[in-house]
């Protein structure tokens, strides 16, 4: 674990219709799913309430880049959000590379017995798990945090 940096992380997949909450322990040893948030008025209020009850050291939010590495809507739609959250909670992001997160999610959640029609309630979760141990092993690989940070813009601040 060398240069790996002790704290809890929040994971957090962004979709159109539902945000996956995921945690990991103080030491990233393993992470688990938390909460399916539904988008709307409160999405963010409520991700800042589980920020305020787990005090997590960073947020890592998932960004879909397409798989030629270019941004799309959904990208703009993740980088948006992330900002409203780091703005909201006062905690410090991460934008992490979640090409194909969902995909290995529901690819989990088959192999566990699930049909895509009774996951769509956790598998956000899932995909949230799978981008938050993600950023956790390559952290302990590497000694360097996944991703990048976001950095808020002070005047919109």
């Known amino acids: 674990m060398t240069g790996f940096r002790r704290g809890v992380r929040l994971g957090i997949d962004v979709g159109r219709a539902r945000i996956g909450v995921a945690r990991c ?66 905690i410090a992001v991460r934008l992490i590379d979640e090409r194909l997160s969902t995909v290995t999610a529901h690819q989990a959640l088959r192999a566990s017995g699930r049909t895509q029609r009774n996951s769509r309630g956790v598998v956000d979760q899932a995909a949230a798990v799978v981008l938050l141990q993600h950023a956790i092993d390559t952290e302990k690989n590497t000694g360097n945090p996944a991703g990048t940070p976001l950095i808020l813009d002070e005047e919109n601040s």
């Open 25 to 90: 322990d103080p030491d990233g040893l393993l992470a688990v799913p938390v909460e399916t948030v539904p988008r709307g008025d409160t999405d963010v209020a409520r991700i800042a309430e589980l920020a305020a009850e787990y005090e997590p050291l960073e947020l890592v939010v998932g960004l879909p880049i397409n798989l030629r590495g270019e941004d799309t809507a959904s990208t703009v739609d993740a980088r948006e959000f992330a900002e409203a959250l780091g703005r909201a909670c006062g």
